[in-house]
C-alpha cells in the first residue's frame, strides 16, 4: 500500500477515535436497549425520558430493584458510563440483565442520545 494511501485511512478513522459524542451514532446503539426500554413509557426497564441528571431509581411508576432505589446515585455522565459498561458491576443485585456495552464511543453515543430524550 502506498503511503500516503495509508496516511487517508488514519486520518479517516480518527473521527471514530475520537470519543466526541455523538447522538445520531447513540440512537443506532439504542436499538440494544428497546429490547427493553420503550421511549416515554415503562416496560421491562424504566422509562428513559429524562434520565440524564435524574436520581437512580426515581422515575414515578416503575418498580425497580432495592439495589438501584438505594444507590443513592444520581446518572450524570460518568455513572451512566460505568453503568453501561456493566449493570451488575455497578449495581450489584440490579435487575437490568444487560452484558454492557464494551465499546466506549458506544457508550458515549448512547448517553448523547439519552440526553436528546426530553
Ligand atoms: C434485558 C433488558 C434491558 C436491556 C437490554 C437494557 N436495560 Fe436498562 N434497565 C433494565 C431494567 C430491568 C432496569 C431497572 C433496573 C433495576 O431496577 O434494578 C433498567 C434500568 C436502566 C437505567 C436506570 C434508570 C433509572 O431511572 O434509574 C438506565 C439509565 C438504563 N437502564 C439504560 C439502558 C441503556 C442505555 C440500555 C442499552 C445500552 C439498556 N438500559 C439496556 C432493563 C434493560
Redesign the pocket.
Known amino acids: 500500500m502506498h503511503r500516503w494511501a495509508l496516511a487517508a485511512l488514519i486520518v479517516a478513522g480518527l473521527p471514530n477515535a475520537s470519543f466526541a459524542q455523538d447522538a445520531e451514532a447513540g440512537k443506532t ?2 436499538h ?2 428497546q ?3 420503550q421511549i416515554g413509557k415503562d416496560a ?5 425520558v429524562g ?1 440524564v441528571g ?6 414515578g411508576t ?4 432495592n ?3 438505594n444507590s443513592g446515585i444520581t ?1 450524570d455522565d460518568a455513572n ?1 458510563d460505568s ?2 459498561q456493566g ?1 451488575s458491576k455497578k ?1 450489584p ?6 452484558p454492557g ?1 464494551k465499546d466506549a464511543t458506544d457508550r458515549a453515543n ?2 448523547a442520545y ?1 440526553k436528546t430524550l426530553k
Open positions: 446503539v439504542f440494544k436497549c429490547v427493553c426500554h421491562v426497564g424504566p422509562n428513559l434520565v435524574r436520581k437512580a431509581g426515581t422515575e416503575y418498580n425497580y430493584s439495589a438501584v432505589k446518572w451512566l453503568w453501561l449493570p449495581i443485585g440490579t435487575k437490568m440483565l444487560f456495552l448512547v448517553i439519552l
